[in-house]
């Protein structure tokens, strides 16, 4: 058997960055009108790697916020990964004693990945073992003051060639809405995000939702609700598809055996890191639950990651990989590009494939840190 290569960190630099979205993005959980983001390099012997955390400003995707993930990542992670990670599947082991912090740790285990692959010349694609040059995309529409400004949205979208359409719903800008565009496009593949902002006496809404012809509707229930998603989706005929509730393959596995949804939706944040990711990938397509891939409006560093993941053999669903324009007037990367078919391409060159152009890094960043082997 061939040994596989091994890589030292010798540092790592913590970067946040700030970019101006070219849009805000409501959700059922708050407004987001610049996309902050903490980029990590891995700093090896042979050359460096990038990964992105995606925890937002304030804890309310999930109990993980920006803040506490540059202070999880430079007090406690880096330093257990400079000098003593030879592998990147060795990042999460080096982790381990620390609960929690998932987005952290898959931005720092994406660093080093990539900067191992890097080193031996594989792209990630290839190593998670992707059957595709290019993925459909699709695209997720915030909540917006009303219906007519959600469809002049998602005209503009659909011009371009976006295969989906993921509307974000709450209470109170639900059904009425979904109802209106889905008259003024019977035809296009919609699906609904409540990011768990209902519980279960909201079951006759998605029983009206489900009179819609939409794809999924996702996370409609509470992050750590299994149990009445498992419920819920016994009443329904459209397709219950968990996000928030799925933190790891095991997580996967649960919500799979209790029928809790029927798809699934991968974001490596969410999960611990890209490795974990495909871990979930692999649980889902043994069970046959297709699976596609979300998004943190990530700039183009997660943006390549997530193309990655997306060439997997079990995501068959168009995921929220848009493109840079979507999200930036200027990407931290070459921008991200739809072709008109509704497709980007799957980055080929090894690791992630894309890296940041130093003036677009320097001008966004608004804090570093460096942190290298300990002194003994
Ligand atoms: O990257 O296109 C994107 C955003 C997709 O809807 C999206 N993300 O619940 O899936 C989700 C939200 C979370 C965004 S938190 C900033």
Request: charged residues 25%.
């Amino acid at each position: 058997m061939t040994q596989e290569p091994t890589l030292s960190v010798r540092a790592v630099e913590l970067r946040e960055v700030a970019i101006p979205l070219v849009r805000p993005f409501r959700t059922s959980f708050g407004e987001e009108t610049q996309k902050r983001a903490i980029l990590v390099r891995a700093i090896t012997d042979d050359g460096e790697g990038w990964g992105e955390c995606v925890s937002s400003d304030e804890p309310r995707y999930s109990e993980e916020w920006l803040e506490g993930s540059w202070m999880a990542l430079e007090r406690w992670m880096s330093p257990a990964v400079v000098s003593e990670v030879h592998r990147p599947d060795q990042v999460a082991s080096a982790l381990r004693w620390i609960r929690g912090h998932r987005m952290a740790k898959a931005a720092l285990e994406a660093a080093v990945l990539d900067g191992w692959l890097r080193m031996a010349g594989v792209s990630l694609s290839s190593h998670l073992g992707g059957v595709r040059d290019r993925v459909p995309c699709g695209v997720s529409v915030g909540i917006a003051p009303t219906a007519e400004a959600m469809l002049e949205e998602i005209l503009g979208y659909l011009s371009k060639g976006y295969r989906r359409v993921k509307l974000k719903i709450e209470p109170g800008r639900d059904l009425a809405v979904v109802r209106t565009i889905r008259e003024a496009l019977p035809d296009t593949p919609l699906s609904v995000d409540a990011n768990g902002a209902y519980t279960p006496a909201d079951t006759p809404l998605f029983e009206a939702l489900d009179e819609l012809g939409l794809m999924m509707m996702v996370q409609p229930l509470d992050t750590e609700d299994l149990l009445d998603h498992a419920a819920l989706q016994a009443r329904l005929r459209t397709p219950i598809c968990l996000d928030e509730s799925i933190r790891s393959a095991r997580d996967a596995l649960a919500a799979v055996r209790l029928e809790a949804c029927r798809i699934i939706n991968i974001k490596p944040g969410r999960v611990g890191g890209i490795l974990e990711a495909k871990r979930v990938h692999d649980v889902a397509f043994g069970s046959n639950v297709p699976v596609w891939i979300g998004g943190m409006l990530e700039t183009g560093v997660g943006r390549a990651a997530n193309l990655a993941l997306a060439s997997m053999p079990g995501v068959t669903l168009p995921g929220d990989t848009s493109a840079s324009d979507r999200y930036f007037r200027e990407d931290l990367t070459e921008p991200f590009v739809l072709s008109p078919d509704g497709t980007m391409p799957v980055p080929a060159a090894p690791g992630i494939g894309v890296e940041p152009l130093p003036e677009h890094l320097r001008r966004c960043t608004v804090r570093t840190s460096h942190i290298s082997a300990r002194s003994t």
